[in-house]
């Protein structure tokens, strides 16, 4: 049972005023117009049926989002979750760690599960109606809102259930207003309607597509563009959306910047089965999706698409550099080189493209000595954490120590130094720009007026150091047992 009558609630109409920018509660009064963030709530283990694993996970889980840790807690109460799926402190919890992160869409699940177990936990059926008015589902909201009336709220919990009740009555009358508007071919009044609308029902898809509809209608493409967008994110496969985004900035001549790639993608996936019979249509549409591919770091996808263009325009140049970028993802540096010097010969003062081959000339001489992501196994285009996680298993794998056959150690101690080395050149963003530039930060002969490589030293040097740091490996002492 909680402890006294309602768990502790901090309220503000004016979060920004009160609380510190850029912290937890600072996140969540951006979500909601009136802040409800739970502080404390304790409760007894009997009834929640909480096992001690589970307690801690929860307490632990508390002082980490107390702290603005907010993944961390988020992983204890993914666990306090996993240990105890009927615990509706639990799923409370991690209901608010989701809203002070911005999911609020992975919030409404959880406290949806904890209405169910708890009935009467208005602060949880509160934020839940806050999220449905923000989302504009006003009918469920209200529901919830009214509810709340009627579970013996406190004087905090009464006020505020009955000033959402209000709003959300006034965004019914207007969305009602918006749409008789709307149908009378009014634009100007139903976008006058709708923006006041979505000053609360920020997360409404659909209104948002009504006053993009209100602006095409009005002759103001770019501000339909931007509700659009913001629809697309709202709702999942929104095709209609990007579709209408990608006609838009066809219509303005400036598809280059329509959208971001991914999404590009399968708007001028689009446009190809729409004209289906026009051939430059489709030419176009697959030279773009070719760049969008290519720039996303998808290389497989932008060499077979980036192909088919050039069966057809075996001298498009934009073909040529694209795909060649996507080879050198591949580590395909012969024909990366290729590709540049075919686009070099039809555009020879092209600086992208001899920018392009020099590196990929560089490239082809490095891979021929030592290739700090082979070492790893990993791609070129890892990820720091892929890298870290590698270097840590071949770290293990591969320390001197679990060797006791003297050739075995010496194989051993250089295989150990070279993934110390590859991590070390891999996890330095500056160092490893300058080896995918093709050139090694660690050889001395690559560096000019530079010393000798750190790396060519004993194993005796090495010994101490913790595979596991995040840093440089001259920080910590490591010890096997």
Same mark, same amino acid.
Request: glycine share 6%; hydrophobic share 35%; aromatic share 10%.
């Given at each position: ?9 901090? =309220? ?10 850029? #912290? ?38 508390? /002082? ?87 579970? $013996? ?13 209000? !709003? ?17 071919? %009014? ?37 339909? @563009?931007? %509700? ?13 959306? =990007? ?10 001549? %400036? ?21 289906? $019979? ?14 969008? =591919? ?26 040529? !550099? ?48 030592? %290739? ?6 990993? /791609? ?21 120590? $679990? ?11 250089? /295989? =150990? @130094?070279?993934?110390?080395?590859? /991590? ?21 002969? #690559? ?17 101490? &150091?913790?595979? &596991?740091?995040?840093?440089?490996? &001259? ?7």
């Amino acid at each position: 049972m909680l402890v006294g009558h309602t768990p502790f609630l901090l =309220f503000t109409r004016e979060p920004s005023d009160m609380v510190a920018p850029g #912290s937890v509660t600072s996140r969540l009064g951006s979500v909601f117009p009136f802040l409800l963030v739970l502080v404390d709530l304790q409760y007894e283990g009997a009834e929640c049926g909480v096992n001690a694993d589970v307690e801690k996970h929860l307490e632990l889980g508390k /002082k980490l989002l107390a702290a603005g840790q907010l993944a961390d807690a988020l992983s204890q109460f993914h666990a306090a979750v996993d240990g105890d799926p009927d615990n509706y402190i639990a799923y409370y919890r991690r209901a608010t760690v989701f809203l002070a992160m911005g999911k609020s869409k992975a919030a409404l699940p959880d406290l949806t599960k904890v209405i169910q177990l708890k009935m009467d936990f208005t602060a949880a059926r509160l934020q839940r109606g806050h999220l449905l008015l923000k989302q504009g589902k006003l009918d469920e909201a209200e529901d919830d809102f009214k509810k709340v009336l009627k579970s $013996n709220p406190s004087e905090n919990e009464e006020k505020e259930a009955q000033s959402q009740l209000i !709003k959300s009555d006034e965004m019914q009358r207007l969305r009602s207003q918006a749409l008789n508007a709307f149908g009378s071919g %009014d634009y100007t009044a139903a976008i006058a309607f709708l923006d006041k609308i979505l000053e609360v029902c920020v997360w409404d898809a659909e209104l948002r597509e009504l006053r993009a509809e209100c602006f095409i209608k009005e002759g103001e493409p770019r501000k339909a @563009i931007s %509700d659009l967008k913001a629809a697309s994110k709202l709702k999942n496969d929104n095709t209609e959306a =990007f579709y209408k985004i990608s006609t838009l900035y066809y219509q303005l001549g %400036d598809h280059e910047l329509s959208l971001r790639y991914t999404d590009a993608t399968s708007k001028y996936e689009s446009v190809m089965k729409t004209e289906p $019979n026009i051939a430059e249509y489709t030419i176009r549409s697959k030279e773009r999706i070719c760049h969008c =591919f290519s720039k996303d770091e998808k290389p497989v996808e932008a060499i077979r698409v980036c192909s088919e263009v050039l069966q057809m325009e075996p001298d498009n140049v934009n073909a040529l !550099k694209d795909r060649a970028e996507a080879y050198l993802i591949e580590e395909m540096y012969d024909e990366a080189i290729q590709d540049y010097e075919t686009a070099q010969e039809h555009n020879e003062n092209d600086q992208q493209i001899r920018e392009g081959l020099e590196k990929a000339q560089r490239l082809l001489k490095q891979s021929q000595k030592r %290739d700090y992501y082979k070492i790893l196994g990993v /791609k070129r285009n890892a990820k720091k954490q892929e890298i870290i996680k590698a270097y840590r298993k071949l770290a293990l794998q591969w320390h001197p120590d $679990n060797f006791q056959n003297e050739e075995e150690k010496k194989k051993a101690e250089k /295989k =150990f @130094i070279d993934i110390a080395a590859a /991590k070390e050149v891999l996890s330095d963003p500056e160092m490893r720009k300058k080896f995918d530039d093709g050139e090694d930060p660690l050889d001395a002969e #690559s560096q000019q007026g530079g010393g000798g490589n750190p790396f060519h030293r004993s194993w005796n040097s090495w010994q101490g &150091f913790n595979p &596991f740091s995040s840093g440089g490996p &001259f920080r910590f002492k490591f010890h096997f047992n």
